[in-house]
């Protein structure tokens, strides 16, 4: 099985933490607390958890019981453990008396995918395997993969080729899904639902995409940093955010060939990737909804993404077209 790239999402956060004071768990802490902070990586991307409590024994427990959490849900769904649910579900076309996040999961998948006329799509996997296929060869064609073979890999592609219930989860031998594109959303989700229900009401989550709990200790909001697709390092606009996650997809992140002209977001209509924006930032109130259309929405044009945002759970798209230039997108 081959692997999707180590981190799909550049967004860098910051948020100061000295000198400011809030409410956490019901209790008032100090304003010179410092947050207790995790950082290392989940289903494949580096991940973060700030917790701010002036018990940091207390926070430190919150910290191991999230990431306990994390942990149990990427046995599911990653790519990169041999033993998860996903790579069985690969493997052998199907899950009996699969577990309910993946059943969650997998019908959130197909929702998104309704929404965006296919354009979000779990079954993508078989064009990452043609191409890097492709590549790893070394008289590789430098214009990719035949027309024949993205074909051939198209017809592997589908999301209604999943059949999803409760009892089993089933799919046409041939077909095999990732869920990089909307799994990290849903573990931070999780993750943060676990926090709320613990009293937490400030914190910063990523759990490889990036939602906040509440505001920044001293009432501001948290500033979620968007990274310069063409200079590494730099920021190339701060979004403010409240109660909300944040997702990017871009198409500088990850590149099958030295040229850079085949990346990891693939378009399911025609197996083709994605070059109609240099990143695609959303920010919604689910991290799980700002993960998967920040994918859908690197196919689409502005007047589309505009037509759906009263329909689908983003407040903001930020876009960066191939000139550097910014657009952002209202609800």
Known sequence: MMQMPTRRRFIRISAAAAG?????????VRAEVAPTVWRGTMLGAVATLEIHDEDRSRAERLI????????????????YLKDSALVELNRTGILVDPAAEMV???????????????????????LWELYASHF?????????????????????????????????????RGTT??????????????????LRAHGVSHSLVDMGEARAIGARPDGQPWEVGIADPDVSGQTKAVLPIVDRAVSTSGNYGFSFDPRA????????????????YRSVTTVSRSATAADALSTAFSFMPEEKIRSLL?????????LIDDAGQSTELAA
Request: net charge negative.
């Open 20 to 28: 400011l004071g809030l409410l956490s768990a019901g209790r008032s």
């Open 64 to 79: 191991a019981v999230a990431c306990a959490e994390a942990r149990r849900l990427e046995q599911l769904f990653s790519l």
């Open 104 to 126: 969650d999961l997998l019908s959130a998948s197909q929702h998104y995918s309704g929404l965006t006329g296919g354009l979000f799509d779990v079954t993508v996997q078989p």
């Open 136 to 172: 790893a060869q070394e008289d590789a064609d430098p214009g990719g993969p035949a027309a024949a073979a993205i074909q051939a890999a198209l017809a592997r592609v589908g999301s209604d080729r999943i059949t999803v219930g409760r009892d089993r989860v089933v799919m046409p």
């Open 177 to 194: 899904v990732t869920l990089n594109g909307i799994a990290q959303g849903y573990v931070t989700d999780k993750v943060v639902d676990l």
């Open 261 to 276: 002209q085949f990346n990891h977001l693939f378009d399911p209509r025609t197996g083709g990737c994605a070059h109609r």
């Open 310 to 318: 009263p329909r689908v759970d983003i407040d903001r798209v930020h």
